[in-house]
């Protein structure tokens, strides 16, 4: 199994609403991350996670909350979200984190509107 | 920080000819990766170059990684309409433990 999977695809919340995104890989990696990716621009890294440790934050902001349960799944809570955050939201994963030798295999990403 | 700059930004071909992207960093790059991104798709995968000068090629596609690192191109040979998205570098530079995304450059292919 050599994809990373997310839910939802597509998704709609209010300013004050609380969601979250979900990504999984089966490929043992033990490297996963969250982009943001605005229309025409390159995916720009959020958060990077290493042996379910969190060891890179892209000095994101706080209602940007990422958790990861365990060395398959990770997760992205959003909490009081502006409009300006609307893009496409892509996690990856790696076989491990720092030696950045190892391609990044991407989900497909959830799009995300706040109104 | 470091910085990884792609042109051009975009490029129309007509069906069958070639095409070419180029990445340049403001540092030096212990390795480089391409990645594909379809129109409404998400990053795939090409090739990662490690060695200084290294050449590589996949089918119609040569990537190239310049002698002093700070430097990479990807060559298309006669495009197809299946070559249409948007082609990223991605860079790893010496002092850095992640990857630095160029802005990217955007192929149009007219049958």
């Known amino acids: 199994d050599t994809e990373v999977t997310q839910t939802p695809k597509h998704l709609v919340m209010g300013m004050t609403n609380k969601k979250s995104l979900k990504c999984e890989q089966h490929m043992g990696h033990r490297a996963m991350y969250w982009y943001k990716q605005k229309a025409k621009k390159p995916p720009e890294l959020m958060f990077v996670?290493?042996?379910?440790?969190?060891?890179i934050n892209e000095s994101v902001p706080s209602r940007f909350s990422p958790e990861c349960p365990n060395s398959s799944l990770l997760n992205l809570h959003l909490h009081a979200l502006q409009p300006e955050d609307s893009a496409l939201y892509l996690c990856?994963?790696?076989?491990?984190?720092?030696?950045?030798?190892?391609?990044?295999?991407f989900g497909p990403g959830t799009r995300l509107t706040v109104l | 920080g470091q910085q990884v700059m792609q042109i051009p930004q975009y490029q129309h071909v007509q069906e069958g000819e070639d095409f070419t992207t180029y990445c340049n960093s403001s540092t030096t790059l212990s390795n480089i990766q391409w990645y594909k991104q379809r129109p409404g798709g998400h990053p795939v995968f090409l090739i990662q170059?490690?060695?200084?000068?290294e050449v590589k090629k996949q089918k119609r596609l040569t990537f190239q990684f310049g002698e002093a690192k700070k430097n990479s191109s990807l060559h298309i040979t006669a495009t197809q309409t299946t070559d249409v998205g948007t082609y990223f570098c991605?860079?790893?530079?010496?002092?850095?433990?992640?990857?630095?995304f160029g802005g990217g450059t955007r192929l149009m292919v007219k049958p």
């Open positions: 996670y290493s042996y379910e440790k969190l060891s």
């Open positions: 170059l490690v060695k200084s000068g």
């Open positions: 990856a994963s790696s076989q491990n984190a720092g030696a950045g030798y190892n391609e990044q295999f």
């Open positions: 991605a860079g790893k530079s010496n002092a850095g433990n992640m990857l630095t």
